[in-house]
């Protein structure tokens, strides 16, 4: 049976009778990366607001680590760690000073785990160097340092590679598959970077207008992401019709440019081509492709029924 660290039912939450979240009910699954994706807008945030006791719901309730009574998710929130709209670091400290601030603030007793948490982040050689000379990544880096003081069990994260260069981007990838593989951290990660998310998430969480349209393992999405051979030859009528001989399917379609698309026989490509060449068909284009997950969360998050 499945232990979640987070379950919403219902969840809604207005501002000035706009109607930013919409009886939103998700569960997260405690050693999942879970991608909460949707526009600027979609409610994303709002959520984030309402789980870290920055908002409260207008209708709805939640579960966090097991505890729905409001005293119990007070100390429950201590075992998260949290970045929301960007880490709150101190420019003229150095990471080991921003961390020990942190510290003090957090009342987390040693100073022990200020080396241990730049160690892990990989900012323990930066020395006296300010935050505010480090690059992007390396500020998100820290940020992510903070948020771990205390030894969360649960991250949460809004946005955290927003305006990062793809250096940046990958330093932040690693660090979260890292803290989510081997210290077994639950990651709730906010983005519309949708084909950065699908490098990450275990599952995905799609919202839009304030309305949670689906959830869903990446196993299930690889499966609705729909897999094919393109072909293209010197003749696509013939190639239809060996391949629906030869291979006794009619899992393909003849596309009006003349390619054909073979959704079945995908993980044996080799066979495919030699068939096709030993009936003397010439092949100009031969390549797997399908719909990638940037596309799929596009057809949702616009309303697109996908099947």
Same mark, same amino acid.
């Given at each position: 049976?499945?232990?979640?660290?987070?379950?919403?039912?219902?969840?809604?939450?207005?501002? !000035?009778?706009?109607?930013?979240?919409?009886?939103?009910?998700?569960?997260?699954?405690?050693?999942?990366?879970?991608?909460?994706?949707?526009?600027?807008?979609?409610?994303?945030?709002?959520?984030? #607001? &309402?789980?870290? $006791?920055?908002?409260?719901?207008?209708?709805?309730?939640?579960?966090?680590?097991?505890?729905?009574?409001?005293?119990?998710?007070?100390?429950? #929130?201590?075992?998260?760690?949290?970045?929301?709209?960007?880490?709150?670091?101190?420019?003229?400290?150095?990471?080991?000073?921003?961390?020990?601030?942190?510290?003090?603030?957090?009342?987390?007793? $040693?100073?022990?785990?200020?080396?241990?948490?730049?160690?892990?982040?990989?900012? !323990?050689?930066?020395?006296?160097?300010?935050?505010?000379?480090?690059? &992007?990544?390396?500020?998100?880096?820290?940020?992510?340092?903070?948020?771990?003081?205390?030894?969360?069990?649960?991250?949460?994260?809004?946005?955290?590679?927003? $305006?990062?260069?793809?250096?940046?981007?990958?330093?932040? #990838?690693?660090?979260?598959?890292?803290?989510? !593989?081997?210290?077994?951290?639950?990651?709730?990660?906010?983005?519309?970077?949708?084909?950065?998310?699908?490098?990450?998430?275990?599952?995905?969480?799609?919202?839009?207008?304030?309305?949670?349209?689906?959830?869903?393992?990446?196993?299930?999405?690889?499966?609705?992401?729909?897999?094919?051979?393109?072909?293209?030859?010197?003749?696509?009528?013939?190639?239809?019709?060996?391949?629906?001989?030869?291979?006794?399917? !009619?899992?393909?379609?003849?596309?009006?440019?003349?390619?054909? #698309? &073979?959704?079945?026989?995908?993980?044996?490509?080799?066979?495919?081509?030699?068939?096709?060449?030993?009936?003397?068909?010439?092949?100009?284009?031969?390549?797997?492709?399908?719909?990638?997950?940037?596309?799929?969360?596009?057809?949702?998050?616009?309303?697109?029924?996908?099947?």
């Amino acid at each position: 049976m499945s232990e979640y660290v987070l379950k919403t039912n219902q969840l809604s939450k207005t501002y !000035q009778n706009k109607m930013a979240l919409n009886k939103v009910s998700v569960m997260i699954e405690k050693g999942s990366i879970y991608g909460f994706i949707g526009q600027n807008g979609a409610g994303k945030s709002t959520l984030i #607001r &309402l789980i870290t $006791g920055l908002a409260y719901p207008t209708r709805g309730t939640f579960e966090l680590f097991g505890e729905n009574d409001e005293r119990n998710i007070i100390e429950a #929130r201590k075992r998260i760690g949290t970045i929301i709209e960007g880490p709150a670091l101190y420019p003229q400290m150095t990471a080991a000073e921003n961390l020990e601030a942190h510290r003090l603030l957090k009342g987390i007793p $040693g100073k022990d785990c200020i080396e241990k948490t730049l160690t892990l982040v990989g900012l !323990q050689n930066t020395g006296k160097k300010k935050a505010k000379n480090f690059s &992007l990544g390396m500020k998100q880096r820290l940020g992510l340092g903070i948020a771990l003081l205390g030894d969360p069990e649960f991250l949460i994260l809004d946005e955290p590679i927003n $305006g990062l260069d793809p250096m940046g981007v990958v330093e932040v #990838r690693e660090l979260l598959k890292k803290l989510n !593989q081997e210290y077994g951290i639950t990651i709730l990660i906010s983005s519309h970077i949708l084909s950065e998310l699908h490098l990450l998430a275990t599952h995905y969480g799609i919202i839009h207008h304030g309305e949670l349209l689906e959830q869903l393992s990446a196993k299930e999405l690889n499966e609705k992401c729909q897999q094919y051979l393109h072909i293209k030859v010197d003749d696509p009528h013939k190639a239809a019709t060996v391949i629906e001989n030869h291979f006794s399917t !009619q899992e393909f379609e003849v596309m009006p440019d003349g390619t054909i #698309r &073979l959704f079945a026989y995908v993980d044996v490509p080799g066979e495919v081509s030699k068939i096709l060449t030993s009936e003397g068909l010439v092949i100009e284009q031969f390549m797997p492709m399908g719909e990638d997950l940037e596309t799929y969360f596009s057809h949702r998050i616009g309303g697109v029924q996908h099947g």
